[in-house]
């Protein structure tokens, strides 16, 4: 879903010639109906290469990129970026987004390198005469250096492109403002780009032939047939569906072994490898295989997904509309899934009935479970029911229908604060995202309700449960076994976890008073953060560089960095392993959390103690004899009658016998 995730993103930087997952059922901008370049709009908008934004706006005045300007005209053309393409392009476009694209480009001659010595600034507005060139140059025309028509020629002759400007006007791709002047140096506009657009999109389909030596089956004579459904692109638009991008096939034809699409890209015939997907109507047929049975091209595909889904007058990209299954919040799109029959959906490999797993979908900011999948010529449709929301996120106390702690209902109106606790992670009411199953997202992890803290009012809980019903969730929770916690490095932190060592002693958390900004209270005495002191949480070893307490949080907070030399406390000769043993023979290998020792009046881990020397341990800054002292493993309870501590291996060998 990574993938699925940088593909969404680069599709939104292709081009704000594409800007919006949502569009009219049939191309209807609100602001283009006097514009002049409506008809071009809307005929390169029907071809599938350009949409509106969410409030059905085009904004064709719009200026758009050199980048944007490079992908939108290549993938007009149907031609595809290599993937391995090493020619040497800009300064500038190295970590571009639309660097593959470029190198294209470059590579096919449509831009020239040596015509931007200063970088080709992709992201910034492309002129008129640069718009002109990559045209002509995509067309394999020449540059016409005779005089032209406009009545800027001053300015026409100070570009360098005014041999291309002039055939761009005759070969009809570009044409002056009514004032009769070109204005080479002006950007183009959204407008202007699919009226140059579709003018070249005309040139290219008509101008060229398959490049093949043998005589090739046309589409004039040739029908597509995919699943005993029979199209024929003067009366269908068929698509080839290109990563995210839909490019209309305008031109089928086969020779040699081969399916030519758009006289550009070629593929195999009777190949399960380098097959296409290819869109008609609203379906997607994955990895199709072509063959030919007379002037009929046979395509089974392998699979067979949504590209687009109609629903309330509009028409939703299947590649941005989220898709959940069993209720959970997912990294899944409708395009991720397969349609194998009227109740059956397969995703990432695992099938799902629709009889027994809700299904569900979100268009815009409804949701609605699929109830059947209906397969027909002119297209699949879904029959979809509006049900409550699968995921809720921007909360707010009204979205709450209870919280119980234990058996007990607490009083929500009386609640100023909430928050959530999440891997350590503060996140606000408002924040937060929950699906109907309960979960939490963060970071685009999962987290079950057992993994997170509800904090209500400065007073933790650990939630077990979640409920939603009719889009509110019912909390149900315990109070938290962490009776104190610190901010560490900007999250959350069990303060029992952390122990701050001075010298040869360590002090819980708990036992040290933060008196102001980096000065601590210890035993009755007040010290001055320094070399002196560091830390030690869950284990690791920390230098402290800046601690306080916020008073309204009512916490301590720190900022620590991982040790990497030799801390100036007594802690780089403590032993680093323990092993126990019993009799002759090893009982238990480590001190890991099940091993404890009785310090202070109760049992206390390892990890919470200091050693003076092989025969003395210190906790919270009392010494104890080991000699005598109990230890427990497990369940079970010892009393140590003798020790070795080997300072070379830093090992320390505890002898015990059964209490």
């Not at 005045?61 to 980048?67: E, V």
């Not at 009366?235 to 096939?249: A, E, F, G, Q, S």
């Not at 284990?539 to 907070?557: A, F, H, K, N, P």
Request: aromatic content about 10%; charged content about 15%.
């Amino acid at each position: 879903m990574q993938k699925r995730a940088s593909f969404i993103l680069l599709a939104l930087l292709l081009s704000l010639l594409l800007p919006t997952v949502v569009f009219a059922a049939t191309p209807q901008f609100t602001d283009i109906q006097n514009h002049w370049a409506k008809d071009y709009i809307l005929s390169f908008a029907s071809k599938g290469f350009v949409s509106g934004y969410p409030d059905h706006t085009f904004k064709p005045d719009r200026p758009i990129s050199r980048a944007e300007f490079t992908c939108i005209l290549l993938n007009s053309l149907g031609i595809t970026a290599a993937s391995n393409v090493n020619t040497p392009t800009f300064s500038d476009t190295a970590n571009h987004w639309a660097r593959a694209q470029i190198a294209e480009a470059v590579r096919r001659g449509i831009l020239v390198v040596s015509e931007y010595p200063d970088g080709l600034q992709p992201d910034g507005p492309i002129y008129r005469s640069e718009a002109a060139a990559m045209m002509i140059r995509a067309l394999g025309k020449n540059p016409d250096m005779t005089a032209g028509p406009f009545k800027d020629s001053d300015q026409i002759a100070r570009s360098m492109y005014r041999g291309f400007i002039k055939e761009a006007y005759n070969e009809g791709l570009m044409h002056g403002y009514p004032d009769g002047t070109f204005r080479p140096f002006q950007s183009v506009t959204r407008g202007e780009a699919c009226a140059m657009l579709t003018s070249l999109l005309a040139k290219a389909g008509n101008s060229s032939a398959p490049p093949v030596s043998v005589t090739p089956i046309s589409s004039n004579n040739l029908t597509l047939v995919i699943q005993g459904n029979r199209y024929n692109l003067g009366d269908t638009t068929v698509y080839l569906k290109r990563d995210m991008t839909n490019i209309p096939i305008y031109s089928l034809s086969v020779a040699g072994g081969l399916v030519f699409i758009n006289n550009t890209l070629t593929y195999p015939l009777n190949s399960t490898s380098n097959t296409p997907d290819l869109v008609v109507n609203n379906t997607r047929y994955v990895q199709c295989r072509l063959s030919v049975s007379g002037n009929d091209l046979q395509a089974a595909p392998e699979a067979v997904k949504l590209d687009s889904i109609s629903y309330g007058g509009y028409k939703y990209n299947a590649d941005y509309v989220k898709l959940y299954i069993g209720n959970k919040n997912s990294d899944y799109y409708l395009a991720d899934a397969e349609l194998v029959d009227q109740q059956t959906v397969r995703v990432a490999g695992n099938s799902y009935d629709l009889n027994s797993t809700p299904v569900a979908i979100a268009l815009g900011e409804d949701f609605y479970a699929i109830k059947g999948i209906n397969f027909e010529s002119s297209g699949v449709t879904l029959d979809l029911t509006a049900t409550d929301p699968v995921v809720l996120n921007g909360l707010d106390l009204s979205h709450i229908s209870a919280i119980f702690v234990d058996n007990q209902s607490l009083n929500l109106n009386t609640i100023s604060s909430l928050f959530f606790i999440i891997d350590g992670n503060r996140y606000d009411l408002d924040e937060t995202v929950i699906d109907a199953s309960g979960n939490f997202t963060a970071d685009n992890q999962s987290y079950s309700p057992d993994q997170v803290t509800m904090a209500i009012d400065n007073t933790f809980y650990k939630l077990t449960d979640v409920k939603s019903f009719g889009g509110k969730f019912i909390f149900y929770c315990t109070p938290s076994n962490v009776t104190t916690w610190a901010i560490v490095n900007g999250k959350y932190q069990d303060a029992s976890t952390i122990q701050i060592l001075m010298g040869n002693n360590i002090y819980s958390l708990d036992n040290v008073l933060v008196v102001q900004h980096n000065v601590l209270r210890i035993g009755g005495r007040q010290y001055k953060l320094g070399d002196l002191f560091g830390c030690r949480i869950n284990g690791t070893l920390y230098d402290i560089e800046d601690i306080d307490y916020d008073s309204s949080l009512e916490m301590v907070t720190m900022e620590v960095t991982e040790s990497t030399s030799a801390w100036t406390g007594v802690l780089p000769n403590q032993p680093q392993k323990y092993v126990f043993y019993l009799g002759n023979s090893i009982y238990q290998d480590g001190a890991t959390s099940a091993v404890t020792i009785y310090a202070g009046g109760d049992w206390r881990t390892f990890a919470s103690i200091t050693f003076s020397d092989q025969s003395h341990f210190v906790y919270d800054n009392t010494t104890y004899n080991l000699l005598g002292a109990q230890i427990k493993i497990g369940n079970t309870t010892f009393t140590v009658v003798d020790s070795a501590w080997r300072v070379r291996s830093q090992i320390m060998e505890v002898y015990l016998q059964k209490a």
